[in-house]
Structures are given as C-alpha cells and as structure tokens.
C-alpha cells in the first residue's frame, strides 16, 4: 500500500483545521444571517449549537478519521458498507458547496483589485457596485476561474506542501486585520447601537428557521456534517490529542465570526443602514467603513480583500480535498487526474450559480436559482442530515472501546469528558438535530427543496452498496 500522507507538523494540522473552519463562512455569512435573523439571538442560540453540538461532531469526525486513515466515504465503508451512503452525501456536498462557493471567493479576489484601483472610495456608490458587479455575466465568471485556480494549485500539491503552507502565513494575517477593522468599526461615532444589536437579544424574532439557519451555520462554519474534519483527521498523526484540537478549531473559528461581526454591525449602524442586506453586507459595509479614510483607507481595504479571499481559499481547498480523496481512495485516481476532474465540475456548478445571479435568474427550480439551491440544499439539509447520521453512526454503530481507545490515544492522554461527550453523540445530538430539521421544515419558505433533499439522502441510502 501506498504511504499515506501525513501533516508536517502539529500546528501544521491546526492551522490547516482551523483554515478549513474559518473562511466565509465567518466573514461573509455568519454577519448576513445575524442581520437577517434578528441580531443577538441569532448569536446566542448559534453559540449553543457551535459548543454543545458541533465541538462534539468535530471531535466524532476526528475520530472516526483518524482511526480509519480514511477519507469520509472509507472511513465509513471500512466499518460498515450499510453506512457508506453518508460518505456519499458528503462528497455530493462537497460538489454542491463548491458550486457556489469559489463564486464568492472570486467576488473576494475582484474586491482586491476594486480596492487597488480605488473604486470603492465613493461612499454612495458602492452598494450599486457590488448589485452591479455580482449580476454581470463576464467578471465574475473569470474570477470565479481564477479563484478555482488557486485551489486547483493548492490541492494538486497535496497534504504537507500546498495546504499546509498556505495556511501557515495567511490565517494570523486574517486574524490581526479583523481586530484592526472591529477597532475601527467600533470607535465610529453611533457605533454603540451595533453593539447593542449584537449583545442584547431580542427573542421575539426567533422562530423554527432561526434554529434551523442557526445549526446550519454551526455546521458550515465549523467543516462539519460532511466529512471534511473526517478526512483531515484521517492525516493525522497518533500523537495528538484529539478532543484539545477540536476545541481549539471550535474556539478560533467562533472568535473570527463574533470578531467580524463586531467589524460589520457598529459600523453599519453608525452608517445609518439596515442590518437585514443580505449576501452584499461585507461586500458593502467595509469598503464604506474604508472610504471615509482616503489613501489609508485604500490601503486596508485591499488588505482585507486580501486576507477574505485567502480565507476562503483555505477553506475551499478543503472542500475539494474531501472530493479530491475520495477519489484518490476508493476510485484510486492519481491526485492530479482527481483534482482536475473533480475541480472541472465544479466550474460547470460555479458557472450556473454565478449566472443564476444575473442573466439566468428567471430560471428555477423548486423555487431557487441554482446559487441558492446549491446553498439551502447543502447548509439547511446535508449537513445537518449528515452531522445527524454521523453522530448515530457513531453512538450506534461504532465501538464505544474503539471510540474510547481512539480519544485517549490507547490511554495515553485523558478525556475526562468522554462519557458526557458520548451521550450528547448517542442520544442527544440526533435528537436536537432531528427537532431543529423539523421545526425548521415547517416553517421554511421552500419546503419543495426540504423534500427534495431528504429524497436524494433516502435515493442514496437505497443504493448504497453499489457504491
Ligand atoms: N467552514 C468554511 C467556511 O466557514 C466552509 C467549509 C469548508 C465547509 N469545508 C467545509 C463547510 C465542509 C461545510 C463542510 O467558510
């Protein structure tokens, strides 16, 4: 057998993890959905998802990676063919989620250049920018390409030396300048009214959809529900402590969500605007916070468009690794072959998501354009399914010796939480999310595309030992 890959180092595998985690999810998503749903809330029932049930999946799928070695779909099959079908899910995850994802990423790489050549610094007109922008039919696709590109770059190189590396320089740069902007964010006159929408709940927004977007986001933002953490696992080494990793990815991925929200909502209130923008927020509210300040302002603004597209880079390349590995270990491809299938795909994907946008958006299906059926599908159905069947598999089918043996390295270190952590998995976790799915159901607009995803995850169920 081939020598499988491993991480470089320790910190190698935490950046990289925590790459995977914080990307736009954070930055781009996470403060769009907080402005939709209602501001504090939101946050607080999001808090409660992120550490009662994403902490424990992260650490589910650490460990199912990385006692297998495997990547999702062989780190189930090797345990059980019947469970295969959830690996699966991952994978078409995956395609879907990078169907719409280096879309954004390739509106983070034109902002760089908007900033550069100063287009952003008319305060007035850079709402009607971004509309203008993201509608249109030829930039957007190229930087979507180009975008591709540098994941295409990345992954051919494999685990240690693309990744790994990227990450290492990129992730405190994002870091540091989120501090930067909330700092600046913050001290604008009028500022305190975001603050006041981010720290003081108001309870009387939040319905079935506030829980469901909330465990949605917990599952994007922190890589789960797809085996992506599986796959990251299975690289790693029999050293590590796996618990400790997974509350440090859960920590640093949550801190850059409140950090940039911190960064949006004062500054968009002191700009007199409302919080409910939609996918255009960071797009709209930082280039404004930046234009106020001249040179300066063009300066800092390029830098975070800068560290924005790296973020989502990190995070993107870890989406088409999972797709990427799959079709390493179980169709046994050579790593380029797979990466330049798998990545020419997704383009046909990003492509329609991008158009959908402008010109095709009279085309729909289930109500959606294929932006936000990629989207709805795979963050309000998938993942949460996928999580779901995770923990069950986990609780239910696997070991609890094996799970046990796996989290104390063979009783190396010490999990002192574990019997809390197995029954949240067990019993606790399917429960919650199965609530959540099913208050959230019913009170979504587009319960067509509900249904549709449940019967693609039961199509593939049925079919599973073909696979
Ligand atoms: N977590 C990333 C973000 O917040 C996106 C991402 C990367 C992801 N890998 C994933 C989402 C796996 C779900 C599943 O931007």
């Excluded at 954070?26 to 939709?36: H, K, M």
């Excluded at 999946?57 to 090797?78: D, N, P, Q």
């Excluded at 908007?114 to 922008?133: E, Q, R, W």
């Excluded at 249904?451 to 030992?465: E, N, P, Q, R, Y």
């Amino acid at each position: 057998m081939q020598q499988r890959e491993n991480w470089g180092s320790r910190l190698g595998f935490l950046l990289a993890a925590a790459g995977s985690a914080v990307g736009l999810g954070n930055i781009w998503r996470f403060p769009y959905l907080t402005g939709e749903n209602g501001g504090s809330a939101f946050i607080v029932i999001y808090l409660v998802c992120v550490f009662v049930i994403g902490l424990s999946i992260m650490i589910a799928e650490f460990t199912v990676g990385r006692r297998s070695s495997l990547a999702a779909v062989g780190a189930y099959k090797s345990y059980s063919r019947n469970w295969t079908f959830v690996g699966v899910i991952g994978v078409l995850s995956g395609f879907l989620i990078m169907g719409f994802y280096p879309v954004v990423g390739g509106w983070a790489l034109a902002y760089i250049i908007k900033s550069v050549s100063g287009l952003l610094t008319t305060p007035d007109a850079i709402g009607d920018t971004f509309v203008t922008f993201i509608s249109g039919s030829v930039q957007p696709l190229i930087w979507m390409l180009v975008f591709l590109a540098l994941n295409v770059a990345i992954v051919a190189k494999g685990i240690a030396g693309g990744i790994e590396k990227a990450s290492k320089i990129l992730m405190p740069t994002l870091l540091v300048l989120l501090i930067f902007i909330g700092i600046r964010s913050v001290s604008l006159p009028g500022a305190d009214a975001g603050l006041k929408f981010l720290f003081s709940p108001d309870w009387s927004q939040v319905t079935g959809q506030t829980f469901l977007a909330a465990l949605g986001q917990a599952f994007f933002s922190l890589s789960l529900g797809m085996g992506c953490m599986i796959t990251y696992g299975s690289y790693l080494n029999k050293e590590e402590n796996l618990a400790k990793n997974a509350t440090i990815v859960t920590s640093l991925d949550t801190l850059c969500a409140i950090l940039a929200g911190i960064a949006i909502f004062p500054a968009l209130f002191a700009f007199g605007m409302t919080p409910d923008q939609g996918p255009g927020l960071v797009f709209v509210i930082v280039p404004s916070i930046f234009a106020a300040m001249g040179s300066a302002g063009v300066f800092f603004s390029t830098l975070f468009f800068i560290a924005l597209a790296v973020a989502a880079l990190t995070s993107s390349v870890s989406l088409l690794e999972v797709v990427v590995a799959y079709l390493i270990d179980e169709r046994g491809m050579p790593r380029k072959r797979a990466v330049y299938s798998a990545s020419g795909v997704m383009a046909v994907l990003c492509i329609m998501a991008s158009l959908s946008l402008g010109v095709t958006s009279h085309i729909t299906f289930l109500g959606v354009g294929a932006f936000d059926f990629f989207d709805i599908l795979t963050d309000k159905i998938f993942l949460a399914v996928g999580g779901m069947l995770l923990a069950i598999f986990a609780g239910w089918v696997y070991k609890k010796e094996d799970l046990k043996d796996e989290l104390t390295n063979g009783g190396k270190v010490q999990f002192g939480l574990f019997e809390i952590w197995y029954a949240l998995i067990k019993y606790i976790i399917p429960i919650a999310i199965a609530v959540i799915a099913f208050m959230g159901i019913r009170s979504i607009a587009q319960t067509g595309l509900m249904i549709f995803g449940l019967l693609v995850i039961a199509v593939l169920a049925v079919f599973s030992k073909k696979l």
